[in-house]
């Protein structure tokens, strides 16, 4: 099984700031990954897919990047709204497997 | 509008057994895989498994197999997660989620998740 590790676990940061979260795959996933952010008591939201590419209607602030085992998400100017956890998953073609990392939670300083 | 609804939250009892559901609408049900996830109080999402609902075509994470079943009905646009043995280790936010690709199985993210179930299992 791919493990996916997440750091830090939590960050403290204020509004305004640019933050950059880190998902690390313990094998190769080319760029089968994808970043979600999951409010308290919501669901989680798909942000980036194929590693780079903003899902529908996420704001130009999150931007993904990287491929292989090593992957990054920034938010440029941290809003209010983004104070959630966010998870990085990868997705191989076959056999079936996703695999999240353990999150990273933001958090107001 | 695109969505997934999910079934109402549940308390059982250890050894029961339970069938939650989530509904599509907005889209061609029968062509997107539907997965279900996992995620425990405080914990990680978990991949659990996942239908075609078009030939209920299914697969499951090896943590998984043998402990729930996934099934569909494409002609009232509705996936499910079934337990024929519940245990208190099974209490946890079940999540449904859409595969954002259509047709013929190829890894991608989820773009559109259902709202969540909480099942609690506690005698």
């Known amino acids: 099984e791919i493990v996916m590790t997440q750091s830090p676990a939590t960050l403290s940061v204020s509004p305004g700031e640019r933050v950059t979260l880190s998902c690390r795959a313990s094998?190769?996933?080319?760029?089968?990954l994808a970043w979600y952010q999951q409010r308290p008591g919501q669901a989680p939201s798909l942000l980036i897919y194929g590693a780079s590419t903003r899902a529908t209607g996420v704001p130009v602030r999150f931007s993904g990047s990287g491929s292989g085992t090593e992957f990054t998400l920034t938010i440029s100017s941290l809003q209010s709204e983004d104070f959630a956890v966010y998870y990085c998953?990868?997705?191989?073609?076959?056999?079936?497997?996703?695999?999240f990392g353990q999150g990273t939670k933001l958090e107001i300083k | 509008e695109v969505q997934l609804v999910q079934s109402g939250a549940e308390v059982k009892e250890p050894g029961e057994s339970l069938k939650i559901s989530c509904e599509g609408s907005g889209y061609m049900f029968s062509t997107y895989w539907i997965a279900w996830v996992r995620q425990m109080p405080g914990e990680r999402l978990e991949w659990m498994g996942i239908i075609y609902p078009g030939d209920s075509d299914t697969r499951y994470s090896p943590s998984f197999e043998g402990q729930v079943t996934i099934s569909a009905d494409k002609s009232i646009n509705t996936a499910y997660l079934q337990w024929s043995g519940l245990k208190a280790s099974d209490t946890a936010m079940y999540f449904c989620a859409r595969q954002k690709t259509t047709g013929a199985y190829r890894g991608d993210s989820f773009d559109i998740w259902g709202q969540g179930t909480m099942v609690t299992v506690s005698s």
């Open positions: 998953q990868q997705y191989n073609n076959w056999p079936p497997r996703y695999t």
């Open positions: 094998q190769r996933v080319s760029s089968n």
